[in-house]
């Protein structure tokens, strides 16, 4: 606004404004960011990597992710995503001892995010557990 030639004042304004609304608050940011994205079938990994790209302090990250995404909301979420892909591919065989199709279950998990506990524990809520 100041290279647009706006008054000081009028930033000033402004400033105050948007910090009214939050829109200039880091932890209120990730806070969303985190409740939004983890709903989509995104690991804190992968939020992790998404909230430092867009400047946000790891300590903010870190301590946002611990009360926003438990690990039990974590693994919930990741055994929802994978029970979704499970379902998409459901012409193949699913039994304890496709290792290769684990391991692609895996790779899927990984990528959107989720690390290896969470990974393991999804992977064993859908493959072996009796519910």
Not at 6 to 15: G, N
Not at 77 to 99: F, H, M, P, V
């Amino acid at each position: 606004m100041k290279r647009k030639g706006f008054p000081e004042e009028v930033v000033e304004q402004v400033k105050e404004r948007l910090k009214e609304l939050s829109y200039l608050d880091d932890v209120h940011f990730a806070r969303e960011w985190i409740t939004s994205r983890c709903q989509r079938g995104n690991g804190s990994l992968k939020l992790k990597q998404e909230l430092l790209q867009k400047g946000i302090g790891r300590e903010i990250i870190e301590e946002q992710l611990q009360q926003c995404l438990p690990e039990e909301d974590e693994i919930y979420y990741a055994t929802r995503l994978l029970d979704k892909k499970i379902k998409q591919e459901s012409n193949y065989y699913y039994g304890k001892d496709n290792y290769p199709l684990l391991k692609k279950f895996s790779g899927y998990l990984a990528g959107r995010g989720y690390n290896g506990a969470v990974i393991n524990k999804a992977i064993n809520h859908c493959f072996y557990s009796e519910s």
